[in-house]
């Protein structure tokens, strides 16, 4: 038989080693590696290229500050130049989800280039009724703001389709929403990802260093203290004990937080973590002005060695961006750091600042880049070995990396909606140069090839018995 399409002389990168073969693709799916060459309708030379399983971006935010029928677009054209195969986003709903999420759905449905999937965020006790709703949706997945609440409880929801208005509220996350989140998750065998900062902590703190005139990405990084983030992992870590409920905590960037999940871990919660590029290249010492503004912030560069430390020794899961697409005019709102807008783009230069200062630095293997980056995800989340894997019968999701390639961060390099990135002009080495999807060439030397509408909500499985 002819197959649709074999890539020849790469080194293919599985999660327990290297292995030079052919990897036969077929109706999307991988048919196997192979040292022969098979009749194919489509060769693609790797020529010694680097082949990872596709990458997963775990943690996306589109559809905020643009609709989501003009952020899936755009977003997934980054997506699809940085290399990133599934992107996962944060849907943040304030009404109840048999009333606004199905419109969510079908705006998504036919403007992605990658593959997709969807966490849905819960706010009131109205949203934990429906989270069986959700999961009848193909959501399978929750989170929780822990940081969001008392005087500190703003927060832009995602817009409806086709709309440009930004969508602002207010919203109340109690430790009660946080436990019934986490009760609900565990019977519907879901896993719960936390926003670890208490809120209450959170918001004297910014009152205190507000009071005292205090500026800068250091005030903005003490006014929400690692001490603060320990605080909510506790609380948290108790309710997924009480319930046996998996716990994955996003975005995680200092030491502090590090200690305190390996303390929890001990006690037995079922916990996965998660890193941003952001926590393993910055740190306030090093950084001025205000882009690098987060939630969490970013810390000390002792920090910054200690997450690298963390990866390393693999006690972090998975990489995700906390990619937000927003725009300058936007982000510098005023003219302090408490008047700028947290959150920055970065689902293009995940893979290239893994590379440039993990593998190309010795400091993660390749086949730990392949957990970090897609494995580790795609069992987290219920897409394994539909994802996350080059096996046969999975998804023909491969990226191909150029170790050596050298390149220069803009933010014009992604096509994204925004306009600047905390990157820019960084010079990078290690770039995905073909980003494939079911078989599909997506993306190919920073142009996307690929044809919108070729993303498709990926089919989730659960654990009912977890
Ligand atoms: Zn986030």
């Given at each position: 038989?002819?197959y649709?399409?074999?890539?020849?002389?790469s080194?293919?990168?599985?999660?327990?080693?290297?292995v030079?073969k052919?990897i036969?693709?077929?109706?999307?799916k991988?048919?196997?590696?192979?040292?022969?060459?098979?009749?194919?309708?489509t060769?693609?030379?790797?020529?010694g290229?680097?082949s990872v399983?596709?990458?997963?971006?775990?943690?996306v935010?589109?559809g905020?500050?643009?609709?989501?029928n003009e952020?899936?677009?755009?977003?997934?054209?980054a997506?699809?130049?940085?290399?990133?195969?599934t992107?996962?986003?944060?849907?943040?709903?304030?009404?109840p989800?048999?009333?606004?999420?199905?419109?969510?759905?079908?705006?998504?449905?036919?403007n992605h280039y990658?593959?997709?999937?969807?966490?849905?965020?819960?706010?009131?006790?109205?949203q934990?009724?429906?989270?069986?709703?959700?999961?009848?949706?193909?959501?399978?997945s929750?989170?929780?703001?822990?940081n969001?609440g008392g005087e500190i409880g703003?927060?832009y929801?995602?817009?409806?389709?086709n709309s440009?208005?930004?969508?602002?509220?207010?919203v109340?996350?109690?430790?009660?929403?946080?436990?019934q989140?986490?009760?609900?998750?565990?019977?519907l065998?879901?896993?719960?990802?936390?926003?670890?900062?208490?809120?209450?902590?959170?918001?004297c703190?910014?009152?205190?260093?507000?009071?005292?005139?205090?500026?800068?990405?250091?005030?903005w990084?003490?006014?929400?203290?690692?001490?603060?983030?320990?605080?909510?992992i506790?609380t948290?870590?108790?309710?997924?004990?009480?319930?046996?409920c998996?716990?994955?905590?996003?975005?995680?960037?200092s030491e502090?937080?590090?200690?305190?999940?390996q303390?929890?871990?001990k006690?037995g919660?079922?916990?996965f973590?998660?890193?941003?590029?952001?926590?393993?290249?910055l740190?306030?010492?090093k950084?001025?002005?205000?882009?690098a503004k987060v939630?969490?912030p970013?810390?000390?560069?002792n920090?910054?060695?200690?997450?690298w430390?963390?990866?390393?020794?693999?006690?972090i899961?998975t990489i995700?961006?906390?990619h937000?697409?927003?725009?300058?005019?936007?982000?510098l709102g005023?003219?302090?750091?408490w008047?700028?807008?947290?959150?920055?783009p970065?689902?293009?230069?995940?893979?290239?600042?893994?590379?440039n200062?993990g593998?190309?630095q010795?400091?993660?293997t390749?086949?730990q880049?392949?957990?970090?980056?897609s494995?580790?995800?795609a069992?987290?989340f219920?897409?394994?070995?539909?994802k996350?894997?080059?096996e046969k019968?999975?998804?023909?999701?491969?990226?191909?990396?150029?170790?050596?390639?050298e390149?220069?961060?803009?933010?014009?390099?992604?096509?994204?909606?925004?306009d600047?990135?905390?990157?820019?002009?960084?010079?990078?080495?290690?770039w995905p140069?073909k980003t494939?999807?079911?078989?599909?060439?997506?993306?190919?030397?920073f142009?996307v090839?690929?044809?919108?509408?070729h993303?498709k909500?990926?089919?989730?499985?659960?654990?009912?018995n977890?």
């Open positions: 038989m002819t649709d399409t074999v890539i020849v002389d080194h293919v990168i599985l999660p327990q080693g290297m030079d052919n036969i693709i077929d109706e999307g991988v048919v196997g590696l192979t040292n022969e060459l098979p009749a194919c309708d060769k693609i030379n790797g020529n290229l680097i399983p596709g990458p997963i971006d775990t943690h935010h589109y905020v500050y643009s609709p989501i952020a899936a677009k755009t977003e997934s054209h997506a699809a130049i940085g290399g990133v195969t992107m996962m986003r944060m849907l943040r709903l304030g009404d989800f048999s009333s606004s999420l199905q419109a969510q759905l079908d705006a998504a449905s036919q990658v593959d997709y999937a969807i966490h849905a965020s819960i706010f009131t006790p109205q934990i009724n429906e989270m069986d709703y959700c999961v009848n949706k193909g959501i399978t929750f989170k929780i703001y822990m969001l703003h927060v929801m995602d817009m409806p389709p440009s208005e930004l969508v602002a509220a207010n109340d996350v109690t430790d009660e929403i946080v436990e989140t986490v009760k609900t998750a565990a019977s065998g879901c896993p719960v990802l936390v926003h670890a900062e208490d809120y209450e902590s959170c918001g703190g910014i009152q205190t260093a507000r009071e005292k005139k205090q500026d800068g990405l250091s005030a990084s003490e006014s929400r203290s690692p001490e603060f983030e320990a605080k909510a506790k948290v870590s108790k309710f997924g004990r009480d319930y046996d998996v716990i994955y905590f996003v975005h995680i960037g502090q937080a590090l200690k305190q999940i303390e929890e871990k006690l919660t079922k916990i973590v998660e890193t941003c590029p952001h926590y393993l290249t740190s306030y010492e950084q001025d002005g205000y882009l939630m969490p970013i810390r000390t560069e920090d910054r060695k200690a997450v430390g963390a990866l390393s020794t693999n006690q899961d995700g961006t906390d937000v697409a927003n725009q300058l005019k936007l982000k005023g003219d302090d750091v008047s700028a807008l947290a959150g920055f970065g689902i293009g230069t995940v893979l290239p600042i893994v590379l200062d593998v190309n010795n400091k993660i390749l086949e880049f392949v957990r970090f980056t494995k580790n995800a069992q987290i219920g897409m394994y070995p539909q996350g894997t080059l019968n999975s998804d023909a999701d491969v990226t191909m990396i150029d170790l050596r390639k390149k220069k961060v803009t933010s014009e390099l992604f096509g994204g909606f925004s600047y990135i905390v990157y820019e002009g960084r010079n990078l080495k290690g140069v494939i999807v079911r078989g599909e060439l997506v993306a190919e030397d142009e090839i690929g044809k919108l509408g993303g909500l990926v089919q989730r499985n659960i654990d009912r977890s």
